[in-house]
């Protein structure tokens, strides 16, 4: 491994934070780098698993959230952590290079001294160099890999394919790639994928007689051991997504399908039996206490980075759970010990992957630029400045969030503004230009339509019950994965824990109460009706364009959060 002396300095610092003196040498430096990424093979069964990159193949910022909360019996537990509750209970040490990885904390003094994360270019070389570590190991590519990007978009998600290939990805499943239509899912699958990258789906049926859309799992056998991979896909992509590009297939969490498909796969000989989920982790957390079989779960979908599985107890016996967090920023690696037909032990790691401390691998990085030639004037353009931290992660709110509804009740004169609770989205320093790809990163979608519509304030707040019911029904299995709808003009009271119809209250425009009856002038993107399709809204993007190149410089931020009941001491959220 080598870094070039135009890295010097920021390795050098990342050196010092780690223990080493400033004085120390540029081998040094380099030697502490290297370190890092040191891992030790264990066992005989290898996993390698990344999902959520949403398209991203150069190095990002990416802050964490500081409101992650879990309710009930949810409170306190992993994923449900933020900052210092979050490192404590992960044994992270404060300051630390792993601290700014998996927290918030200090974010924008950190992330200059770190650096950018992720980047396929660095993630392949990782991944080759795990993969000659550990001898017929598997990449696992957990989905939310086509969309995200501008460049994912305007290739129809070929660009990622493409990656993936080049990566050398294993086995996949999905969520995201559907929003690209049956037709292209198909396309890419069938034809730059056959033979190369099986794409898996236990849950994914025909609508008319229930047959399987996709193969459930396969066996690949490891240095003599069968290991099956089941695909879960996510269970409400109709819902979360617009039903009409994927008419004809249906999808859900088929517990009991699930059952049928590890049974028949350890019938068919398989030592090791793990899933490869999108499900989001709560609803992993829940699904490993009711089925047997499973010895893990590689989980994504809530972008949750668990550096420390969780180990469920079910009548079968013990399922690691975790979650490989988002935005090509981590790499997941399970190691299991099969000893007499079955694993005895186990190593996990998850891997920040820091752009500065591991070299590019050269095809990669020819095949990035390669995809992004025919782009890049356009993605580079300017169209504003930020003086303020921009992000999107976190429960209720995010500044480049507050930026689109800002722009949103600007460019369309509307009191209110709604937008998605995605968890999708790039960060951006103070001091950055922010630019179209800036932009699309936080809006690439193939449903990017804005609305207008006169709401009643009953709309309204059915509107936010649904969501907060999405994100906070004590039953894991009626999540759906997202944080709250984003909101402007509007503030509002919420009680997370309250039952579903009364969680939200004190709705009020100017100082004013909501008033059920009245009309309101709401502003909005992303709708998953195809009415709202047919009538072709402008897209996101040039609406926040047309406002930052109106403004010039985003100044300071203000969250429109909302007053949040029943949180004192909850871990899931802390001040800034």
């Not at 957990?142 to 460049?151: I, V």
């Amino acid at each position: 491994m080598s870094i070039n002396r135009r890295e010097f300095l920021q390795t050098l610092a990342i050196a010092s934070a780690s223990g080493l003196s400033l004085n120390s040498n540029f081998a040094s430096a380099q030697e502490s780098a290297k370190k890092f990424y040191e891992l030790p093979k264990f066992g005989n069964v290898h996993l390698l698993h990344f999902t959520d990159c949403h398209a991203q193949l150069l190095p990002i910022y990416f802050r964490e959230p500081n409101v992650n909360l879990g309710i009930g019996v949810q409170e306190g537990r992993i994923p449900h952590l933020v900052g210092e509750y979050f490192l404590k209970a992960s044994g992270i040490p404060v300051g630390t290079r792993d601290a700014h990885a998996f927290t918030y904390l200090n974010f924008t003094e950190a992330a200059k001294t770190y650096g950018k994360v992720g980047g396929f270019a660095h993630l392949a070389t990782l991944v080759k160099q795990m993969k000659i570590s550990r001898p017929g190991s598997l990449l696992l590519d957990g989905g939310d890999t086509w969309q995200g990007s501008g460049t994912a978009l305007w290739t129809n998600g070929q660009d990622m394919a493409d990656a993936a290939l080049a990566l050398g990805v294993d086995i996949m499943t999905a969520h995201w790639e559907m929003t690209l239509g049956e037709e292209r899912v198909m396309e890419i699958v069938n034809k730059d994928f056959k033979g190369k990258i099986e794409f898996l789906a236990q849950n994914i049926k025909t609508s008319d007689f229930g047959d399987p859309v996709f193969p459930s799992y396969t066996i690949r056998k490891m240095n003599g051991i069968p290991v099956a991979i089941i695909g879960q896909a996510f269970p409400y992509t109709p819902i979360a997504n617009p039903g009409y590009m994927i008419p004809n297939w249906t999808f859900g969490i088929q517990e009991e399908n699930l059952q049928k498909t590890i049974d028949e796969a350890k019938g068919k000989g398989a030592k090791v039996v793990v899933l490869l989920s999108h499900n989001g982790m709560d609803v992993d957390l829940k699904l490993a206490s009711r089925v047997s079989g499973l010895h893990a779960i590689l989980g994504g979908h809530t972008h949750d980075g668990v550096p420390i599985p969780v180990q469920v107890k079910n009548p079968g016996g013990m399922t690691l759970v975790t979650n490989a967090g988002s935005n090509g920023k981590y790499l997941g690696v399970l190691d299991f010990e099969v000893k007499g037909g079955k694993p005895v032990d186990f190593r996990y790691k998850l891997m920040p992957i820091f752009s500065n401390l591991i070299p590019e691998d050269k095809s990669m990085s020819a095949l990035i630029q390669k995809i992004r030639k025919p782009y890049e004037s356009k993605l580079q353009e300017k169209l504003a400045v930020t003086d303020s931290l921009l992000y999107r992660r976190g429960n209720f709110n995010g500044s480049f969030d507050q930026v689109i509804l800002d722009g949103l009740m600007a460019q369309k004169n509307a009191e209110i503004a709604f937008s998605p609770g995605f968890r999708w989205g790039t960060t951006l320093l103070p001091g950055q230009t922010i630019t179209m790809e800036n932009l699309l990163d936080q809006t690439a979608i193939t449903y990017p339509y804005t609305t207008v519509n006169m709401m009643t304030g009953e709309t309204i707040k059915t509107i936010l019950e649904d969501v907060a019911d999405n994100l906070f029904n004590p039953d894991p299995y009626y999540q759906q994965g997202g944080d709250m709808v984003r909101v402007g003009g509007l503030h509002y009271t919420i009680d997370p824990a309250a039952s579903m119809g009364k969680r939200i209250s004190e709705m009020r425009l100017n100082g004013n109460l909501i008033d059920a009856n009245k009309s309101y002038k709401v502003a909005g993107w992303a709708p998953v009706s195809e009415a709202a399709k047919n009538f072709g809204g402008e897209p996101i993007w040039d609406v926040i364009a047309r406002h930052l190149r109106d403004i010039k410089t985003v100044r300071a931020v203000k969250l429109n959060e909302p007053v949040i009941k029943g949180i004192v001491g909850n871990p899931g959220i802390a001040s800034i």
